[in-house]
């Protein structure tokens, strides 16, 4: 395929020069009032159909987007544009605006950097690093080996920078859109280029090869054509696999690269980066074995390290709070939404993130539109070439045309129609398929006479590319729930007043009457029977995300509606707010505060509650044992659980968070106030929010002896999720101690569900502790053997034979033994049943037991 131009030249002022006549060419666009591509087409070929004009949608989207032409090509756009009306009568324009635009062409043709055919390797080395004289901030990544279908192991990461460029000839890398693909290559690009500049000639040196770029001869620009230096290799790195949207020109354009490498393998190896891969496509790379490898998502620490790149050093912990503050953690942790983050930190210091959420959305998402499509795109890439194998014969000219414009549609009308089909899929009661609905859209729509099958399998390659959608099967889903979230609010909110109607409805929907048979979270009893309050049960499939994006959206419109949250009876309208807050949806500073005063307010004990509190159950019963149920009852009236949700609520508010902090931390100490569960519930709350002496509250409310085993066990659970180390130590502390009856048995059990391998061997140094009592001894070894320990089995065996046992135990472990399918139980068993030292009644239990090898076999398999 020849190459139409250098992928890998440098040359910032051509591309800056680009960038600035695309700039100009949308603003003519825009005031010839945004008329459609195939419009402009058509236009054009009416009005200079003696110059035979030819304006192809595909031609349009790359000027628009920073792509060159020949001169008469942008000539035609631009007077197109400029004879514009929509009362069909064209204005003049003058000859000097047209030679303007001439002069700028001539501008960027000069600036254009030239292909050097012979000694081209310096030059190239040259062109590389003069192109990245300030490159963006990189932090690097991890990689797995990728299986399809299966979730990627973080345990056996390896760093990205070592394991793609080395592992092997040919190594494919699959990435998420906006996960950090291109910024691998490049960075490893330049990096390599430096060194060879320097001297040092070690590693393979890279050529970046973006795969729209090739045609009909893969690689053919003559630098590829022996090797950089002696003894040394070309290593080609092929990004951009996913912008051809033709999938048969997509394997075409893969096959041709995997060959032309393989022929120089002695000098050549390749390295594929690419959002997916299809069955197809992997079939084709079958031959070649390639290492495929998944590229992992930042940790923590990763984003730390890029947010240090990026701020000044005494920011980076104000940016690693206000990501926490506003719920961004699992969201930043995508490389190019963490880049955005840094970057709305750094030019808004008096924002916080946790008012920018959908505006971040925003810039990610136009972010990772931004490239789609490439200004490099050819026709084919989106239609085929006429006559293809697999392409329907009868293929007319125009639905080539809509095929190559519907692929090369333009970010900002690629986001709108991605917008429809988000509402329309919440708008349907199940969820409708995404395909279904991409269909009823006009621009989507199948052409007449093209096969149905044909036509879907090309939308998914064409739409699969803007990064949004993934596919599963013959269809495609939204990547993540909260891409259609945002898409659908940002559909619903134009104009703005439907958006409002549509908030408005959502919100009165949640809003109940408050009856003293209905309980209800966050309100006293007591009073207010028949009031209307807000409840944040969902309400016809809503859910807290897309609200938040509503609100975001609607921006100050929304205020009228969110100042009724806090007055409503109860507390549920402020932890929403609170909820929406920790999401970092934008909320007015006066509804924010009404919120916490009410958080405030319900924090306060009234005086039943300290009354009910400071009874004396213990010394009531001592004066008169009837009262009991009155002073337990009393003591109840303390007790309300919804305090902890108003301390919570308040840690989402930075100027209520101490408060709310020491709440909580009063609150999990507090068992006249707060029930066992509340108090959990409080110190998880600190413990989710950083507080150090959450972790230490849980491990004191499981180790109440006052509570019982079950209790005590669950508390225990929780903290397993949260710290887990702490739970087995808690857990370990209370089997050496033999705690409790049974409380230390259970906790062994427990101790198996949480770390296998330890706790057997928990329970066989149990089985093998004569201090034990024998049942227990017995079932720890059982315990063992069903998690094949391969000595338990010969425990059950001993415990069997043990005189010393009582009968029944010993009857147990030949039934045990049975049960876990040991070949020693037949043999136990029939020495057993002739042990005259057994009763009757325990021989006959045994003899129920088959009496050969092949019957307890039989048994053993029912």
Same mark, same amino acid.
């Given at each position: ?186 960075? #490893? ?56 949207? #033709? ?22 190896? +390749? ?23 998944? +590229? ?37 942790? +995508? ?145 993540? #729930? ?339 399918? #040991? ?25 129920? +037991? ?13």
């Amino acid at each position: 395929m020849a190459q139409r131009h250098d992928p890998h030249a440098g040359g910032s002022i051509y591309e800056e020069l680009l960038q600035e006549q695309a700039r100009e060419l949308r603003a003519l666009k825009a005031r010839a009032g945004n008329p459609s591509m195939r419009k402009v087409a058509q236009r054009a070929a009416d009005l200079f159909a003696d110059e035979k004009a030819v304006l192809a949608p595909s031609t349009q989207s790359a000027l628009f987007h920073g792509g060159h032409s020949r001169r008469d090509t942008l000539l035609w756009l631009v007077r197109t544009l400029l004879s514009w009306d929509r009362d069909g009568e064209p204005p003049a324009y003058g000859a000097a605006e047209l030679d303007a635009w001439d002069e700028r062409w001539t501008a960027i043709t000069q600036a254009k950097p030239r292909r050097r055919a012979r000694g081209g390797l310096k030059a190239y080395l040259a062109d590389v690093c003069r192109a990245a004289q300030a490159p963006e901030p990189y932090v690097s990544q991890s990689v797995v080996s990728w299986h399809d279908g299966r979730p990627a192991e973080r345990a056996t990461a390896r760093p990205a920078s070592a394991a793609v460029f080395t592992t092997g000839p040919l190594v494919v890398l699959l990435g998420d859109p906006g996960g950090g693909k291109t910024a691998l290559l490049r960075r #490893h690009q330049l990096d390599v280029c430096r060194q060879w500049e320097a001297g040092v000639r070690t590693a393979a040196l890279p050529v970046y090869v973006v795969a729209t770029s090739l045609a009909d001869e893969p690689l053919a620009a003559p630098l590829l054509a022996r090797p950089p230096a002696p003894g040394s290799h070309w290593l080609v790195l092929l990004d951009g696999l996913d912008e051809i949207t #033709h999938a048969p020109t997509r394997r075409e354009t893969l096959r041709g690269v995997v060959r032309w490498v393989a022929r120089r393998g002695k000098t050549h190896r +390749l390295v594929v980066a690419t959002r997916h891969l299809s069955a197809q496509e992997l079939s084709d790379l079958q031959d070649a074995a390639p290492v495929c490898l998944e +590229l992992l998502r930042f940790e923590t620490e990763d984003v730390r390290k890029l947010a240090a790149a990026r701020l000044d050093p005494e920011r980076v912990d104000g940016l690693m709070t206000a990501i926490d503050d506003a719920g961004l953690a699992d969201l930043v942790k +995508l490389p190019l939404i963490g880049a955005v983050v840094c970057r709305s930190y750094r030019d808004h210091p008096d924002r916080p993130l946790g008012s920018t959420r959908g505006e971040l959305y925003d810039e990610f998402l136009t972010g990772l539109m931004a490239t789609t499509p490439r200004t490099d795109t050819l026709p084919e890439h989106h239609a085929g070439r006429q006559g293809d194998a697999g392409a329907p014969a009868g293929l007319s000219p125009a639905v080539r045309e809509h095929v190559d414009a519907l692929s090369t549609l333009p970010p900002a009308d690629l986001r709108t129609l991605l917008q429809e089909v988000a509402a329309r899929r919440r708008e349907s009661d199940a969820g409708r398929p995404v395909m279904d609905i991409l269909l009823e859209q006009p621009l989507a729509k199948r052409p007449p006479g093209v096969p149905a099958e044909w036509w879907k399998e090309w939308l998914i390659a064409c739409f699969r590319r803007s990064g949004v959608f993934r596919q599963q099967g013959a269809e495609l889903e939204f990547e993540h #729930h909260t891409y259609e979230e945002f898409l659908a609010a940002c559909a619903v909110c134009e104009p703005p007043g439907r958006g409002l109607a549509e908030l408005r409805r959502v919100l009165d929907g949640h809003r109940r009457r408050l009856w003293p048979w209905r309980p209800a979270p966050g309100y006293r009893p007591g009073g207010g029977r028949g009031q209307r309050m807000w409840t944040a049960a969902a309400v016809d499939g809503e859910n807290m995300s897309y609200l938040g994006f509503l609100i975001d959206r609607l921006t100050g419109a929304a205020t009228a509606e969110l100042e009724k949250l806090p007055s409503s009876a109860g507390i549920s309208g402020s932890t929403f707010l609170a909820a929406q807050k920790r999401l970092g949806t934008h909320l007015p500073a006066e509804v924010g505060r009404q919120a916490v005063e009410k958080l405030r307010r319900h924090l306060k004990a009234g005086g039943l509650a300290r009354f009910g509190a400071a009874v004396d159950i213990d010394g009531v019963n001592q004066l008169d044992p009837n009262s009991v149920p009155v002073a337990e009852a009393l003591a109840a009236l303390a007790i309300d659980d919804s305090r902890v949700d108003a301390a919570g609520a308040l840690l989402a508010f930075a100027e209520s968070r101490a408060e709310g902090r020491a709440a909580l931390r009063a609150l999990a100490r507090s068992p006249r106030l707060t029930s066992v569960q509340g108090r959990v519930a409080a110190a998880t709350a600190l413990v989710h929010d950083g507080d150090a002496s959450g972790p230490g509250l849980i491990v004191d409310l499981a180790s109440d002896p006052g509570l019982d085993d079950d209790t005590r066990l669950g508390i225990v659970w929780r903290l397993t999720g949260l710290r887990r180390h702490l739970a087995l130590d808690l857990l370990d502390s209370w089997i050496d101690a033999r705690t409790g009856e049974d409380l230390w048995f259970k906790a062994a059990l427990m101790v198996v569900k949480i770390d296998e391998a330890h706790g057997v061997a928990r329970m066989k140094a149990i089985a093998d502790d004569p201090a034990c009592p024998a049942h227990k001894r017995l079932n720890a070894a059982y315990v063992a053997a069903r998690h094949h320990d391969p000595r338990a089995p010969e425990d059950l065996a001993r415990f069997a034979r043990d005189p010393g046992l009582e009968e029944d135990l010993r009857v147990a472990a030949v039934h045990l033994l049975a049960e876990i399918g #040991h070949p020693s139980a037949v043999a136990v068993r029939d020495e057993l049943t002739r042990d005259t030292h057994l009763t009757s009644r325990a021989r006959k239990s045994l003899r129920r +037991l088959p009496s050969s090898d092949e019957g307890m076999a039989t048994r053993l398999g029912e």
